[in-house]
């Protein structure tokens, strides 16, 4: 199975800063044969289900919010929220669709300094 | 509009058994695979099963292997996971996921509610 790592565990960032995450996989989940990275990001709020931000690494999904990008390949790989906002506040998981079974890390908590 | 509504969790004892549903609609239901993920209370989140669009590929974890399996009905928009041999470790929300391609190697990008299944004497 693919282990997914995610660093830190947890932030506290002040409004209108910069908050990054950073997610690592034990082996790549770069498909040679179309070049992507089948590495996904997704924001979970309390009481919520998870929400698709970032998909093949860093294709945003409709409708995010522009201050969300996704970066990396390979192995390792970022989500940055370029200017934190009250309602981001929450917990993000990485998770790779490379091989299966399809596995997450372990989450990062997101909250206001 | 997609929609996914799951039901039939509940509480369960120990070996017991429970079937959950998951009524997709606003998609054509055939042309996604669809997932299950699980929740623990306070946890992370765990990929259980997956199924294809046409239901001839199917996943299950190794932690579920041959006591949950994933399946789906077409002709009704629905998905299912049936769960016998329940274990108190088999407590979670579980979530419906649709992916983003008639295949698993894609993104879910919409998910359920949840339902919770709690296996407890």
């Known amino acids: 199975d693919i282990v997914m790592t995610q660093s830190p565990d947890s932030l506290a960032v002040s409004l209108g800063e910069r908050a990054t995450i950073n997610c690592k996989s034990s082996q790549s989940v770069l498909y040679s044969s179309n070049n992507k990275n089948y590495l996904a990001w997704y924001q979970q709020k309390p009481g919520q289900p998870p929400k698709l931000l970032i998909y093949w690494a860093s294709t945003r999904e409709s409708g995010v919010p522009d201050r969300f990008s996704g970066s990396g390949s390979g192995t390792d790989f970022a989500l940055t929220i370029s200017s934190l906002q009250a309602e981001d506040v929450a917990v993000y998981y990485c998770?790779?669709?490379?091989?299966?079974?399809?596995?997450f890390g372990p989450g990062t908590k997101v909250d206001i300094k | 509009e997609v929609q996914l509504v799951e039901s039939g969790g509940g509480l369960v004892q120990p070996g017991g058994s429970l079937r959950l549903s998951c009524a997709a609609s606003?998609?054509?239901?055939?042309?996604?695979?669809m997932s299950w993920v699980r929740q623990a209370p306070g946890k992370g989140l765990e990929w259980v099963s997956g199924i294809g669009g046409s239901g001839d590929s199917t996943y299950h974890a190794d932690s579920v292997k041959g006591r949950l399996t994933i399946s789906r009905d077409n002709s009704k928009n629905t998905l299912y996971l049936q769960m016998n041999s329940l274990r108190a470790e088999d407590t979670a929300v579980y979530y419906c996921a649709k992916h983003g391609g008639i295949s698993y190697y894609h993104p879910t990008d919409y998910w359920g509610q949840g339902t919770l299944v709690t296996v407890s004497s």
């Open positions: 998770q790779q669709y490379y091989s299966t079974p399809f596995t």
């Open positions: 606003g998609f054509t239901f055939s042309n996604y695979a």
